[in-house]
């Protein structure tokens, strides 16, 4: 009978068969793996990254901290505060939305419809939403704490710098203010491309369902650049003080406006430029909108007597007239289709020039003017820097309006050469007095220290600062002997304006203002000065538009410079020369 039993080598070449098959199996997933591997940690990290961290990941602005705006001493008058912004994961505040979006409205004082709709997703599947920006850091983390307490999630917070101005309405005119993303006035938005630097970008993650998030590994996509400080030329306590002595001016003479300017006579440097009506730069919404930018640039006026002084140190400099000269002054003056007058009655009365810049004298100065040509005063009054704008870097300055010489009839220059049918802007023509107090040579006003660019293009500051010759340094002399009889209390018609210790060299300007092209009977007083006389260290100018109280230059303004120069020359310790008053003869 057969056998029936197998080969002993049949039957181990089964298993030894599945053997094989099974180590060719586990080295294709072994290499299929190892590819996949190979993709993923060799090829294109970061694509995959990205989709494994895609759901519940969101872009992130990370904003950059604005700037300082500094005084001259580095002290901030624009700086930023810690801050938040509050953000939302709709996927986690959705279901909750009008409860949370009620918390949020009543706590932080926001718009409950827009909020509503940012804890919805305003687009869908979205996961990460702005709620709030520049909330103040306590607030912010409050509300959080309320909203987890009521048991709401999805809210979480970021850093988020806040604009804030320590002083509130110090230099608030010039230094402008911020909206929630942009800045809206003043040196914020001129020099905003130094002060904004650039905001950063990255991917976060929720990490819980509180929203809490956590940067991705390899997932920020810029980092902030923060904003370069701009350093001005402004004395911040010397800024309040002129600020409070100019509204309480305005205040008591019940007045329109007014501004005031300190310049350091030797370089031009702006140490104050204070507005009345002004602003809290942390409060912009508060204030009316014409109060929010600087009316001693944006505001033309006619500045009155105080441009007799550039009509009487231009003709000493071009040799056309001397401080002891004699003038018959009638009490009135035809000239072609108006007669012109003095502000004060008078017959016929004899004065010498500087007796017509202490008196205040109209038919004086216009007859001493008739030397010059229409196009010979034109160029002088240029040289100043009338008709020009000082370009200091505040927007919307005006150039004022000065008539081309050649276009120029005698009528007009005659009411140019005391100080009407012309226009200026307050730190124009306190340039132009600073011109006689530094020797004859204007020096440009700056306001910002060393120097920035504008979004303009144009850089300004004390690096670009120019120094041009106007008038001889003796002309400058002569004319500042004759101001200083402006404040003599028996010549002069403001003895107000002295300052006890010092020699003081000034001169009065009373106006009729023009609104709407017309002369409405309101007028603009002025006083411009230097102190020392004899050794100028600072000038002065301060205009008052429209006080309702009677009085002029030098019963209104003369007051307001004496308390600014004394302080200037007290805080900066600029001791009496004990120079000797002029004696220049007024009359003859």
Known sequence: MPSTRTRPSASRGAPMLRLRVGFVLIAIVLSFFGARLVQLQGVDPRSYAAMAAAEGSARVTLPAERGDILDRNGIPLADSIKGKMVVADPTLTADDAPAIARLLSDSLSIDYFKTLAALKGRKDGS??????????????????????????EGISLEDDPIRDYPAGDVAANLLGYMGTDEPLGGFERTFDKQLAGVDGEATWQSNSRKGVRIPLRDSTLKAAQDGTSL????????QWFVQKVLAQSIEQYQAESGAAVVLDTRTGETLALADYPTFDANKPGEAKEEDLGSRALSLAYEPGS??????????IDA???????????PGSLARQDRVIGDWFDHGDIRLTLAGIIAKSSNIGTVLAADAFTPVQLVDYLQRFGLGQRTNVGVRGETAGLLTAGEAMTSQTKDRVAFGQSLSVNVLQMAAAVNTVANGGIRVSPSLISGSAVTDDGVTVGTDTSTRTRVISKKAAKDTAKMMEKVVDPEDGVAPGAQVPGYLVAGKTGTAQRVVDGVYDGSTSVSFGGFAPADNPRFTVYVVIHAPKVEGGGGSITGPVFSRIMGYVLGRYGVAPTNGKPSRLPVEW
């Open 231 to 238: 350093t001005t030329t402004i004395d911040r306590d010397l």
């Open 319 to 329: 040799g056309k007239a001397f401080p002891r000269q004699k003038f018959k002054v």
């Open 306 to 315: 105080v441009e007799k002084v550039l009509t009487a140190s231009s003709l």
């Open 127 to 152: 996961k990460f939403e702005y709620v709030a920006r520049r909330v103040p850091s306590t607030l912010a983390s409050d509300t959080l704490a309320e909203l987890e307490q009521a048991g709401y």
